[in-house]
């Protein structure tokens, strides 16, 4: 992977974007609270990714429900590529890009990219409003729930959201986006196909014994 060009990536991205602040997560595994109103600002500069951070497995492992109750893993979409989209009603810039994912979700999972939408909110509260916004915004891909634990880990000490992550079939986080700009699709669109050209890499050959 060139690190370079991944980092080349981030500046553009992290020029100028709107985010809405989302509160720490709590100590407990619940889901955090949304502040009162979301509040949208300008981003000076997003920080710089880590193309080889992994997510741990206690996260992949971690069961989460879906917006019907059901359970899943993010293990489920290990082995393959897929995006991760940190979330929540509330956010006006997480509006702004949901319809942008949707039709990269489209044009992509033919190609067998999947797509997380996980909402930071409650689900014992505002399910019936993730609900009607999912139905509104025809989310077709998973959306469920980060819990505390989830969030906390995918989210990785900066709170911002929308937060969208790129996924490596072994679980490297190839980009990391955070906030929204127009920018973000095309550049959105560039790291899938990195991470689909890296998949499709041969292994290296194993050490030959001495």
Known sequence: MNRLLLLALAACCGA????????????????????????????????KPTPFQSIADETFNAELKDVDGAGFFLSNYRGRVFVINVWATWCGPCRTEIPELNRIYR???????????????DPKVDAERVRDFVSQFEMKYKVGYADGATAR?????????????????????????????????????????????HSDEPSPPAPADP
């Open 16 to 47: 100028a974007h709107a985010y809405a602040q989302a509160p720490p997560p709590a100590a407990t595994p619940d889901p955090p609270k949304p502040p009162a109103a979301a509040r949208n600002a300008t981003a000076p500069t997003a920080p």
């Open 107 to 121: 044009d992509y999972s033919s190609r067998g990219v999947e797509f997380v939408g996980l909402s930071t909110e």
């Open 153 to 197: 880990a995918l989210l990785a000490g900066n709170y911002s959201i929308p937060q969208t992550l790129v996924v490596a079939p072994d679980g490297h986080i190839v980009v990391r986006f955070r906030g929204y700009s127009q920018r973000l699709p095309t550049l959105l669109r560039a790291a899938i196909e990195k991470a689909l050209r």
